[in-house]
């Protein structure tokens, strides 16, 4: 299992391949990151293939001869579960952030920054505590080195600023929705069936959410609102099965509210001819 260290965010920014880590030397500056936003606000939700790209704004406020140039000096939002001390995993950019300043006073300069964080659940999601709350952390680093045949030196130094804020990771659901008998003659019994699975990070599969409650809807043909008709809990590998009279044309559908680690999801419809 892949386990990324807090800072390799920065995309290979912080370290020099083959050498060893380096130890902290310069002071470390004030900044101060503020206004973090990420993704808009909302659950950031990943399946089991595709990366997700989360938007993540923020301002960022440094003193005025301090020069971020993405070269040897960084500085990124990154996204962490656990705590800095003991942190369980990271998401952060690949390509480094881009700022406008805004505001300048004899001492300091305040940028507004935009960032892009990809999530691939094949390479930073491992299992069933990533789906859950994160929190935002700024960090700040400084690398110089030099390398040649006859000498090597590194130094770096690294900092971190942490609760900035928070953000939900959900695991994506499906949801499915078969009616049978079709055609059906009115006033018979119709069955409804469904399975409501979600992604599983571990093997890279949908697997049954079991134990969830699933709403069944109705939408009349002719109609463009659902209503409820019933509840159904997921059984056995996620599958839901109810049965309704049926008394008119019209689309079944099931659809799930969601939990704190999973995503809402709605089946597609499923059109019944009364006879």
Known sequence: MKKLAIGAALT?????????????????????????????GKAIVVGTTGTVN???????TRPAD??????????????????????DNE???????TCTTTATTATTVTQRCTE???????????????????????????????VSDDFLSSETNMAMWGNLT?????????LTTDATPEPV???????????????????????????????????????????????????TAGALSTTVKANADGYYRYTFAGTSTTAAATAAGDYVDVK
Do not use: C
Request: glycine letters at 8%; a positive charge; zero cysteines.
């Open 66 to 87: 301090l020069v971020i140039d993405n070269k040897k000096t960084f500085a990124a939002v990154v996204l962490y579960r656990g705590s800095l001390k003991s942190v």
């Open 185 to 235: 003659k009115k006033g018979k019994t119709l069955t409804v069936k469904g399975a409501l699975t979600r992604a599983n990070w571990a093997n890279g599969k949908y697997s049954g959410y079991v134990g969830q409650t699933a709403t069944l809807q109705f939408r009349a043909k002719g109609s463009s609102t659902y209503k409820n008709v019933k509840t159904v809990k997921s059984g």
């Open 116 to 146: 892009t964080i990809p999530v691939s659940p094949r390479d930073y999601l491992y299992e069933a505590a990533d789906a859950g709350t994160w929190k935002a952390a700024g960090v700040y680093a400084h690398m110089d080195s030099t």
């Open 91 to 97: 998401l952060g950019p690949e390509v480094m952030p």
């Open 166 to 174: 928070t953000a939900k990771v959900q695991r994506a659901a499906k």
């Open 54 to 60: 989360v938007p993540v704004t923020y301002n960022l």
């Open 12 to 40: 290979g920014a912080l370290a020099l391949t083959g050498l060893a880590a380096p130890v902290a030397s310069a002071a470390t500056p004030s900044l101060v990151f503020s206004g973090v936003t990420v993704n808009k």
